[in-house]
């Protein structure tokens, strides 16, 4: 299951996705799912779940990679379902017996909510698949520059958000090679109670502790080696510019946000 988690991991290609500027993917991640949250009908999640598989297409990613990132979730988007059909009151009756009544509305608002949050890591998805951290440090940076006016720590910021999302899956992929040097040591980790299933989990924490700690030392010697000191005087080797493929994507987005608003 560790493997399925797809955020933070970049898959490398060539395709227009990918020479998008990474501010315009950012910004346009953001309209996406403002567009999302505007929604308010179940129909709606249709076109923008097309929008998406076109954009998939465009990218040359694996659909399964998408579908990977939603398995990690997948009981947390059925509580959620759960929860709603026997949270929500109104409506038309459809079951009635006992203590379990649900109606239509409930059934729907379940669906609506899933659908949600299904697009939602989707569309993120896309974004960190198509685009490299340092490209993702280099455009929050740029895109948060006016804060550098009110003495706000832009770059440390970005830095900070880079690094996390870089180790995510450094971290997931180190987990899964201490559970496997367990498991051939013998450990149990599906058997038992919860008590006893959450103490299993000891000899995998206390290494995977020590690692994390061992690499972010590390990686403070590296930087520090090499000069580090925050964003001040420091260049690139790659300058960010927009293109006309920017300006292409951008007034795509444009058409199908207003489309969906005169639709809605």
């Known amino acids: 299951m560790l493997k399925d988690i797809t955020?933070?991991?970049?898959?490398?290609?060539?395709?227009?996705?990918?020479?998008?500027?990474?501010r315009t993917k950012i910004l346009l991640t953001i309209a996406y799912m403002i567009i999302i949250f505007v929604v308010d009908e179940l129909w709606l999640f249709a076109p923008i779940a097309a929008f998406m598989y076109l954009a998939v297409l465009a990218a040359q990613i694996p659909i399964r990679y998408i579908l990977h990132s939603l398995r990690p979730l997948r009981w947390i988007l059925l509580l959620m379902f759960v929860l709603n059909i026997f949270m929500?009151?109104?409506?038309?009756?459809?079951?009635?017996?006992?203590?379990?009544?649900?109606?239509?509305?409930?059934?729907?608002?379940?669906?609506?909510?899933?659908?949600?949050?299904?697009?939602?890591?989707?569309?993120?998805?896309?974004?960190?698949?198509?685009?490299?951290?340092?490209?993702?440090?280099?455009?929050?940076?740029?895109?948060?520059?006016?804060l550098k006016l009110v003495k706000f720590p832009v770059h440390e910021l970005a830095m900070m958000m880079t690094i996390a999302l870089r180790f995510i899956p450094t971290?997931?992929?180190?987990?899964?090679?201490?559970?496997k040097a367990?498991?051939?040591?013998?450990?149990?980790?599906?058997t038992g109670g919860l008590i006893k299933?959450?103490?299993?989990?000891?000899?995998?924490?206390?290494?995977?502790?020590?690692?994390?700690?061992?690499?972010?030392?590390?990686?403070?010697?590296?930087?520090?080696?090499?000069?580090?000191?925050?964003?001040?005087?420091?260049?690139?080797?790659?300058?960010?510019?927009y293109s006309s493929i920017d300006i292409y994507a951008a007034l795509t987005m444009v058409i199908f946000c207003a489309g969906i608003l005169l639709i809605r």
């Open 7 to 22: 955020l933070g991991r970049y898959f490398p290609g060539d395709s227009v996705v990918h020479r998008l500027d990474p």
């Open 88 to 146: 929500v009151k109104e409506g038309k009756p459809l079951v009635d017996w006992w203590i379990i009544y649900i109606t239509d509305e409930a059934i729907l608002r379940a669906l609506f909510i899933i659908a949600r949050l299904v697009l939602l890591i989707a569309g993120t998805s896309l974004m960190t698949l198509t685009t490299t951290p340092i490209a993702l440090t280099d455009a929050i940076e740029s895109l948060m520059k006016p």
């Open 171 to 179: 971290l997931l992929d180190e987990t899964d090679r201490i559970m």
């Open 182 to 190: 367990q498991l051939a040591r013998g450990a149990d980790f599906e």
């Open 197 to 241: 299933r959450a103490k299993s989990m000891i000899p995998i924490l206390i290494p995977l502790f020590i690692s994390a700690f061992k690499r972010a030392d590390e990686l403070a010697y590296a930087m520090d080696s090499r000069c580090y000191h925050g964003g001040i005087g420091r260049t690139r080797m790659k300058v960010m510019k």
